[in-house]
């Protein structure tokens, strides 16, 4: 095909005949970053998708070969930074694994609350984001609204906004803020007040249901084959949550439901995040009063030497799962480290779902994947 | 220690004498302050964000801290119809084309803000990486630089009121340098 | 299913794999030219290996290695498997029309480490600009221009 040089120069290709060449992006308002997708179409229909990515390619993986296990967490809040802290719990949770590290049980508490509090945020974002996408702009300052209240509360105690390095290996950086469960309480009971207004505003909005439902179809099969997981396999029907099929940091002690829908479309996608904000919501209201006292970090060495071995973590981040796979050679650097992203396979879909349907209707596609382009690229 | 302290003009009011006179007032000015002056509060921002100061920008868009307070609200996505380009986020080997690209597309006046360390320096990803370049100055120039990773609401509004006041001072690059040398050198 | 079994069922498809339990999950180490037919068994075959969740490439200076970590959605049992390549001529056969996820991750191991996969339907570059050279994973890899070392 074409080259990206010769895409870069020319926005519009002429390919054989009937057929239009489109560049979207790598500045394009509804790819939610810098990603480049050269799609061919005949007439409006979409024949193909082909994703070129690397505009955000900030060669992470070959720079944690040279960071300490101390060291290298800091890089992963900015890979998917809307999901930072289960990022920075998968890299510690993995160098725990090598070094069989005991995480006290206050510490497990707060990653999880944490966590938690991370993967609304998240999903609110991703909700305003979507929304306009899809040409309504209004539900953006409804999530926003939100939003800044999680990140008030991270600040008080992790002293970011966004790329908290708060997981470290061992346990947290540091204690709570003596105003964390104050605020946090605050937080649930604002929530759940206004969250019906999601539902009357976008969910039964007849509009936006004629432009979800039945958009991007992808069959519970093609979800596995293509390695989709998180909202993008269970709006497919599949069982796919790391929290529930291998539970870390103790989500087996709490009670919560693994959201599915079976219809595969746009709207079942996007049915799927919004019930899993109440999921989450179901589980910081178990946990929010029950922090137990003690040890927020256990005692480990200044310098940290992971022994020679393969060590692989699962976590569930906000867009799916995401493993850590360090090669140690028993140094205090990982000889080789892999990120296996979840936005990565998720796009690998793209093509095989929006392939015969409406350009148009490829923003509400797009849209519902939730792709952070610096997680695909890392 | 404030720029503008030692710039000539007083860049917060209208630039200008309103003389009174019966049946209404004169305006004295000249034409380039005027300019300067109607420019700087209404620059639209284009909307490119490539990684996660993009995230800040758009809370600085939303409700609680709303840079439209100072004229920035119109926030566009195509390069020709944006006065200032916010570089949000780290810019790679491969963007650096795209973004030059972009600049060239900018009607003039055009401004560019560099948001966060990566922008700046290529900050967190400065060493050991093969792709990062180090500091968005090496492909556009840059006006104001904001630091912090990523830096707070608060320090994007501050730039964006700097940028301000750059404008209506109407100064050169090199008679700002000449200005800020002086206030050192006091 | 319990380790053994599966070692028997790849031992009886690949009978030179070797084995190693001391990490969490089963490692396999196969060789390449076994590998396709192993794989397609693995995944049609009564263990229903259906998803693959990660596939990356290790340099070890003298050769390459090519892990496939596989899992099964209805069994829930995992296996690693690794293939040694040889760093001069690192050729292996595709699972992208087995697993189909693999096709993106093939190219991005093709692109970072150099590894050819055969009959891979669209081996091109995906992440990195056209005229980048070298493979920038690879231990021996060196950049003076744009590498800064700490």
Request: proline share 5%; net charge negative; hydrophobic share 40%.
């Amino acid at each position: 095909m074409y080259t990206q040089t010769e895409i870069i120069k020319d926005t519009t290709i002429n390919g054989s005949e009937g057929e239009l060449v489109i560049n979207v992006g790598p500045q394009h308002p509804a790819t939610h970053g810098v990603l480049h997708l050269v799609i061919t179409l005949n007439g409006e229909t979409i024949k193909k998708i082909e994703p070129h990515l690397g505009y955000i390619h900030r060669s992470i993986e070959k720079m944690c070969e040279s960071l300490t296990y101390r060291q290298f967490i800091y890089v992963t809040s900015r890979m998917d930074y809307l999901s930072s802290h289960i990022n920075n719990e998968a890299c510690a949770l993995c160098v725990e694994k090598g070094l069989q590290i005991e995480v006290p049980a206050r510490a497990k508490v707060i990653r999880v609350l944490m966590g938690e509090l991370t993967r609304i945020a998240s999903h609110e974002l991703w909700l305003g984001a979507m929304a306009m996408d899809l040409g309504a702009f209004t539900p953006f300052f409804y999530t926003f609204r939100e939003r800044e209240m999680i990140n008030e509360i991270m600040e008080d105690t992790c002293g970011a906004r966004l790329t908290m390095n708060y997981m470290v290996a061992g346990g947290v950086a540091m204690d709570l803020h003596p105003d964390f469960q104050r605020k946090v309480k605050l937080f649930v009971t604002q929530f759940k007040k206004r969250v019906p207004e999601f539902d009357d505003l976008i969910t039964n909005n007849i509009i936006f249901q004629n432009r979800m439902k039945g958009v991007g179809v992808l069959s519970g099969e093609d979800a596995i084959s293509y390695g989709c997981t998180g909202p993008v396999a269970r709006g497919s029907g599949v069982s796919s949550d790391i929290r529930k099929l291998y539970p870390y940091d103790g989500y087996d002690a709490v009670a919560f439901d693994e959201v599915l829908e079976t219809a595969g479309d746009s709207y079942a996608r996007y049915l799927v995040r919004l019930r899993e904000m109440h999921q989450s919501i179901r589980i910081i209201e178990q946990l929010i009063d029950a922090i137990p006292e003690g040890d927020f970090q256990a005692k480990t060495k200044a310098v940290l030497k992971l022994p020679k071995g393969e060590f692989y973590t699962r976590v569930e981040t906000a867009r799916g799962e995401l493993g850590v796979y360090i090669v140690s050679e028993g140094g205090t650097t990982p000889y080789r480290i892999k990120f296996r992203s979840p936005g990565f396979s998720n796009l690998s879909a793209l093509h095989h779902m929006a392939k015969g349907s409406k350009i148009g209707d490829l923003m509400a596609t797009m849209g519902t994947l939730d792709l952070v382009i610096p997680d695909i690229d890392r | 220690m404030e720029l503008n302290q030692g710039l000539a003009v007083d860049t917060k009011e209208f630039p200008g004498q309103i003389l009174q006179t019966p049946g209404g007032g004169i305006v004295v000015s000249t034409f380039d302050s005027i300019i300067n002056w109607a420019r700087s509060n209404s620059l639209w921002p284009l909307t490119f964000a490539t990684s996660c100061c993009g995230i800040e920008m758009m809370s600085v868009a939303a409700a609680k801290y709303d840079f439209s307070r100072f004229g920035f609200e119109v926030a566009r996505a195509t390069p020709r119809q944006a006065d200032v380009i916010i570089i949000a986020g780290t810019i790679v080997n491969k963007m650096g084309p795209v973004l030059k690209r972009l600049y060239d597309q900018m009607a003039e006046p055009k401004y560019v803000i560099a948001m966060g360390a990566c922008a700046i320096s290529g900050g967190p990803f400065f060493y050991n990486t093969y792709s990062v370049v180090k500091g968005a100055d090496h492909i556009i120039p840059v006006d104001v630089y904001i630091p912090g990773c990523p830096p707070r609401p608060e320090a994007l509004l501050h730039a964006l009121i700097a940028l301000q006041e750059k404008i209506k001072s109407g100064l050169t690059r090199e008679q700002i340098r000449e200005v800020s040398k002086a206030l050192v050198l006091i | 299913m319990s380790n053994e079994e599966i070692k028997e069922y790849v031992t009886s498809i690949a009978p030179s794999a070797t084995f190693d339990e001391s990490g969490e999950w089963l490692n396999s180490m196969v060789e390449p030219g076994t590998w396709k037919e192993l794989a397609l068994r693995l995944r049609n075959g009564p263990l229903h290996f259906d998803y693959l969740f990660c596939l990356t490439c290790i340099d070890w200076k003298t050769h390459l290695t090519v892990v496939y970590h596989l899992s099964s959605t209805t069994h829930r049992h995992t296996i690693v498997v690794k293939a040694k390549l040889d760093t001069a001529k690192p050729e292996i056969e595709t699972v992208s029309d087995i697993w189909r996820t693999a096709e993106f991750h093939e190219r991005e191991v093709f692109e970072l480490f150099g590894a050819v996969f055969l009959h891979h339907p669209d081996l091109r570059r995906l992440i990195l600009t056209d005229d980048f050279e070298g493979f920038p994973l690879r231990k021996d890899f060196e950049d003076p221009i744009n590498m800064i070392k700490l």
